[in-house]
């Protein structure tokens, strides 16, 4: 699942012609090097012989979108079967529109992901993510020439736990494959990067020439995978020490360089512009957002020191990633056909981090002009923390609430989630209060 991102109608072109983002090899093709291992992909496809349904489970960064794409294809082609792609939005919708039949194709090996959110659980989501898997299973259940791989993060598959029990459904552990694990497949790969990782760089005195294993496999702090922290530490070795304290962590760390970079370097201004809009489109320029943290549109005219942050997909393969009730552009269900390229961060975690970089600096700007996706998927109030949430305090609370959901304070779905109800219940205090000193006053 994937990403922020920077629309590009027309590539930016250096002087001798080339791309300034010249084309690199695929997040998901980097770490599907990593896991494409007989172990984890024949288990799979034994595993789905004898069932129509197979959980692919594992933490953010654990490749669970890649091994179940992989033993997606590989089944369809050993048995002869055609095989699809879909976030589960693009199914909770067909499954609103069609009868229960239709939403699937015959013969046909089925791989969903990006259940209950694209960086993190949107609270608001929870009904139709439980509504949708259900249906899914039902499916599974009745008809036969039709195969489902459900790739799920650990975190929300947890928090989903007791309310799928409820509906009678149990991720079984014959249904199931766990990517969490550390394999001696997994031992020995992860070693080869770390060695790849330090004799990619000429600094005898880096923090990268004493890294191990141990060391990796030891960060705890957020629910990411191992593969995915060696990735991150590839990308600027100064930041080695930092992702090692167990006091700091993966999330911490990368925030703070997101920060260091905002700060020192110019060019990363725009930063908040990327963050809070989701893609930027060279060609339509969006003042309204700009303004807020005063950039201008010259100073999105050159970004060459991110290219290694970034990759570039198609931007009909943004449109499913975005909430249906809550995008921050309607426009993007107008991209659909269109096939021009955009360029993304390479991976989910990265615009977490970068999300809480620029909350910290500019909390009101961003509750006020980012899309409603990343708020409600990472901003809680007090009380309400998990590992990849940040913090607003009562004063963000009630700004958010009174300034950005004035025209959408009474969605019932919206009052689902945290932010809303403490407000909510903040009000009802203070009305209440002010009734009782009324009565005093009197």
Same mark, same amino acid.
């Not at 590009?8 to 084309?23: D, E, H, I, V």
């Given at each position: 699942? $994937? *990403? ?36 984890? /992909? ?26 179940? +794409? ?31 039949? &239709? ?31 259900? +249906? ?20 929300? +598959? ?9 509906? /009678?459904?149990?991720? %079984? ?30 600094? =005898? ?14 960060? !705890?702090?957020?629910? *990411?995978?191992?593969?995915?922290? /060696? ?5 600027? !070795? ?9 006091? $700091? ?46 950039? #201008? ?15 570039? @997909?198609?931007?009909?393969?943004? $449109?499913?990633?975005? #909430? ?50 990343? @708020? ?27 300034? =950005?959901? %004035?025209?959408?304070? &009474? ?20 009305? +209440? ?10």
């Amino acid at each position: 699942m $994937v *990403i922020i991102c920077i629309v590009l109608k027309r590539r930016r072109q250096t002087p001798n012609g080339a791309s300034r983002f010249p084309r690199t090899e695929d997040d998901d093709c980097e770490l599907g090097k990593l896991i494409e291992n007989p172990e984890y /992909v024949r288990n799979g496809i034994h595993q789905l012989k004898s069932r129509n349904i197979l959980y692919v489970i594992g933490q953010l960064g654990n490749s669970v979108s890649t091994s179940g +794409k992989k033993i997606t294809e590989e089944y369809a082609k050993n048995h002869i079967m055609s095989y699809e792609y879909h976030n589960y939005l693009d199914i909770s919708r067909r499954f609103s529109n069609l009868c229960s039949e &239709k939403v699937f194709k015959l013969n046909c090996v089925n791989f969903i992901d990006g259940w209950g959110g694209l960086w993190n659980e949107n609270p608001c989501e929870r009904h139709d993510t439980l509504n949708t898997i259900k +249906k899914v299973v039902e499916q599974s259940q009745t008809i036969e020439n039709k195969k489902f791989v459900i790739g799920i993060r650990t975190e929300i +598959k947890d928090n989903l736990n007791c309310k799928l029990k409820a509906l /009678v459904i149990h991720m %079984k552990e014959n249904e199931s494959l766990l990517l969490d694990s550390i394999s001696t497949y997994k031992r020995q790969t992860l070693m080869e990067e770390i060695k790849l990782l330090q004799n990619s760089c000429s600094e =005898r005195d880096c923090g990268c020439k004493s890294l191990n294993l141990e060391q990796v496999s030891g960060i !705890h702090q957020e629910p *990411i995978g191992t593969y995915l922290v /060696v990735k991150l530490m590839g990308l600027d !070795h100064t930041m080695i020490p930092e992702f090692l304290l167990r006091e $700091v962590g993966p999330l911490k760390a990368m925030s703070n360089h997101f920060e260091r970079l905002m700060e020192r370097e110019n060019i990363w201004s725009w930063l908040p512009y990327f963050v809070c809009l989701g893609y930027y489109d060279e060609e339509e320029f969006r003042p309204e957002i700009a303004d807020g943290f005063y950039i #201008s549109n010259a100073m999105l005219s050159s970004y060459e020191s991110i290219e290694k942050y970034v990759k570039r @997909i198609q931007i009909q393969n943004l $449109v499913p990633m975005w #909430s249906t009730t809550f995008c921050c552009d309607p426009d993007v269900e107008n991209k659909e056909k269109n096939e021009r390229e955009v360029c993304v961060f390479r991976h989910n975690f990265l615009y977490i981090c970068a999300f809480h970089a620029c909350f910290k600096k500019y909390p009101k700007q961003i509750l006020l002009f980012c899309n409603l996706d990343a @708020i409600l998927q990472l901003v809680r109030p007090k009380g309400y923390l998990d590992q990849l949430t940040i913090e607003a305090d009562d004063i963000e609370v009630n700004f958010f609430c009174e300034e =950005r959901l %004035k025209n959408l304070a &009474k969605d019932n779905v919206l009052l689902e989630h945290p932010l809303i109800k403490d407000w909510k219940i903040g009000k009802k205090k203070k009305i +209440k209060a002010l009734g009782q000193y009324s009565k005093m006053v009197r």
